[in-house]
C-alpha cells in the first residue's frame, strides 16, 4: 500500500512561486502515473497535473505555461512547481497515484491535501 504525503503549501501573493512536493512510501512509485488535483471551496475536485510513468507530461489548461510537475523516481517523490501563481489558484493540493503507467485518470492513493492560498 503506497502512502502519499505533501508539503509545501503555503500563503502567496499574486505572482509568486511555491513548489509542492508528494512524498511516497512503498516500491510502486516508479510504475505508476502521477497526479496533482485540486479542490477549491464550493467547488469539485479538478485535475491539475499528470505525468506518466516514463515522464509524459498534462497540464489543465487553466495551468499551463504556468506550473511544472516533474518526478524523482530516486526519491519517490512527486513535486509541482507553481509560477506566477492567481488568486483563482487558492485551493487544496493532492497527490495521486494512478492505476496504471499511463495516466488513466483513475486513483488508488491520496495524499493528504496540502492548502494553497494566493492573495491578490
Known amino acids: 500500500q503506497v502512502q502519499l504525503v505533501e508539503s509545501g503549501g503555503g500563503l502567496v501573493q499574486a505572482g509568486d512561486s511555491l513548489r509542492l512536493s508528494c512524498a511516497a512510501s512503498?516500491?510502486?512509485?516508479?510504475?505508476?502515473?502521477m497526479a496533482w488535483l485540486r479542490q477549491a471551496p464550493g467547488k469539485q475536485r479538478e485535475l491539475v497535473a499528470a505525468?506518466?510513468?516514463?515522464?509524459?507530461?498534462n497540464y489543465a489548461a487553466s495551468v499551463k505555461g504556468r506550473f511544472t510537475i516533474s518526478r524523482d523516481n530516486i526519491k519517490n517523490t512527486l513535486y509541482l512547481q507553481m509560477d506566477n501563481l492567481k488568486p483563482e489558484d487558492t485551493a487544496v493540493y493532492y497527490c495521486?497515484?494512478?492505476?496504471?503507467?499511463?495516466?488513466?485518470?483513475?486513483?488508488?492513493?491520496w495524499g493528504q491535501g496540502t492548502q494553497v492560498t494566493v492573495s491578490s
Open positions: 495521486a497515484k494512478d492505476r496504471f503507467q499511463l495516466v488513466s485518470g483513475t486513483y488508488d492513493a
Open positions: 512503498g516500491r510502486t512509485f516508479s510504475s505508476a502515473a
Open positions: 505525468i506518466s510513468s516514463g515522464g509524459s507530461t
